[in-house]
């Protein structure tokens, strides 16, 4: 098999709880809790789950955006995690990032042109003109009008604000784009549209994705193998089709099970997932899952299960596959 593009490897992110008059740490707020996964060149790998399990924060800390607590994360033979400030600036030359607000992540101040324009002129790119004529093709390849490089934000939709944060995601030619949930603020009947654009753009330049997503539809649809995410930790990676076709995490077949179906005579087959997500403050014992799991037992109260490999490149963190 070939070398990975991005290895992580026992990631966490811990949040420090004060307390107190002395505002002591009396606690940590375990947002990722020992995740870890390969990405390989060329593919798209999706990270799924409910709000709050993490997967945000595990693309932020990916790229040093917040630092991680603990674990490695190595990229192109690199590790990123043991990098100076002057070196990791320079990694994130291939290393670029779509967020989930098309509006939120882009400048109010600076047209469409300087923002896109913007990562070129950080890393050293091309001259005035060769930017200004790079940006107008990038307009055009993420289907905006060149003429609009001299608008600002504010001027237009969700759908094409997200289609500039992409242009400028591609501005500087990297090799992995860390898509946090590009579609999730974005209208439905602009979702379509936005997916089909990545694909386009994947197949075109040969990118790479790490795709962070609560919408298991859109992530079957995107991505070639897929990791499921509860309370900080994996609990399940498959190949896309595997997952969606033979579910074995309880969670998975919740989570597959609460997608609509348009069909009023449709029932699901899986159990429809209860209560909330713990408190990542004060996780549960054993199996994080279990208070809400159909199956659980005393074992899975007792001890936490590891991701193991039960078929064919397809890893679940369940007792029951043991």
Same mark, same amino acid.
């Given at each position: ?22 505002? #002591? ?19 798209? !790998? ?46 994130? #030359? ?114 790479? !994705? ?11 649809? !995107? ?43 449709? #029932? ?55």
């Amino acid at each position: 098999m070939a070398e990975p593009l991005l290895t992580v490897e026992g990631l966490k992110k811990y949040y420090p709880i004060e307390g107190g008059v002395w505002r #002591k740490t009396i606690g940590y707020v375990k947002a990722v809790d020992g995740v870890s996964f390969e990405v390989f060149k060329g593919e798209t !790998f999706g990270l799924v789950g409910e709000s709050g399990c993490g997967k945000s924060t595990t693309g932020r800390a990916l790229m040093r955006l917040i630092e991680p607590t603990e674990g490695r994360v190595v990229f192109a033979g690199q590790d990123i995690t043991a990098l100076d400030k002057r070196m990791l600036r320079k990694l994130r #030359k291939d290393i670029q990032m779509i967020f989930q607000d098309p509006f939120a992540s882009l400048n109010p101040r600076q047209t469409v042109g300087q923002i896109i324009e913007e990562p070129m002129i950080v890393h050293k790119i091309g001259t005035k003109a060769e930017r200004k004529k790079r940006v107008r093709e990038l307009l055009e390849v993420v289907g905006l009008s060149s003429a609009y490089a001299d608008r600002y934000p504010h001027q237009f939709s969700g759908g094409q604000r997200q289609r500039i944060g992409i242009a400028r995601a591609l501005a500087v030619d990297p090799k992995l784009i860390i898509a946090d949930e590009p579609i999730s603020a974005l209208d439905v009947s602009i979702q379509s549209q936005v997916l089909n654009l990545l694909q386009d753009l994947q197949e075109a330049f040969g990118l790479t !994705f790490l795709f962070i997503a609560h919408d298991l539809s859109a992530v079957h649809h !995107f991505a070639d193998r897929v990791g499921v995410m509860y309370l900080g930790r994996l609990v399940e990676v498959a190949e896309s089709d595997r997952l969606y076709a033979s579910p074995k995490h309880p969670y998975t077949k919740a989570l597959l099970a609460s997608v609509p179906v348009p069909d009023p005579d449709y #029932k699901s087959e899986g159990e429809v997932l209860q209560g909330d997500v713990p408190n990542p403050a004060d996780p549960p014992s054993g199996c994080a899952f279990h208070p809400r799991c159909p199956f659980a037992t005393d074992h899975c109260r007792r001890v936490r299960p590891e991701l193991k490999t039960v078929e064919e490149e397809h890893r679940v963190a369940c007792h029951l596959y043991a």
